[in-house]
């Protein structure tokens, strides 16, 4: 099987940082595209960032020029550096991993942000 864990939630002030991490673990042969995605009180789940193996990014027009995503391949590990945060971005941030020729996805338990005016 494969697990995601995801660390690094927590409380912070507007205009402060915070690093997520994404741990994957298990069964693992190789590790396609990673993914952080986000869901606030009422609302639904959204795509914040993407990586594909190679390192090719995207970003959600919210995040752009301020959240970085990046991935330690030896590892299989995903992170997500956040600058400059904002009321807006306080949500639960979920780690998701497609993994294999099939591309079976995965889902990591969730790690709160918050972050306080």
């Known amino acids: 099987q494969v697990q995601l864990v995801e660390s690094g939630g927590g409380l912070v002030q507007a205009g402060g940082s915070l690093r997520l991490s994404c741990a994957a673990s298990g069964r693992i042969s190789s590790i396609s595209t990673m993914a952080w995605y986000r869901q606030a009180p009422g609302k639904q789940r959204n795509l914040v960032a993407a990586i594909t193996r190679g390192g090719d990014t995207s970003y959600a027009d919210s995040v752009k020029d301020r959240f970085t995503i990046s991935r330690s391949n030896a590892e299989n590990t995903l992170y997500l550096q956040m600058n400059s945060l904002k009321p807006e971005d306080t949500a639960v941030y979920y780690c998701?991993?497609?993994?294999?020729?099939?591309?079976?996805?995965?889902w990591g338990q969730g790690t709160q942000v918050t972050v306080s005016s």
């Open positions: 998701s991993a497609k993994i294999g020729l099939i591309g079976n996805t995965y």
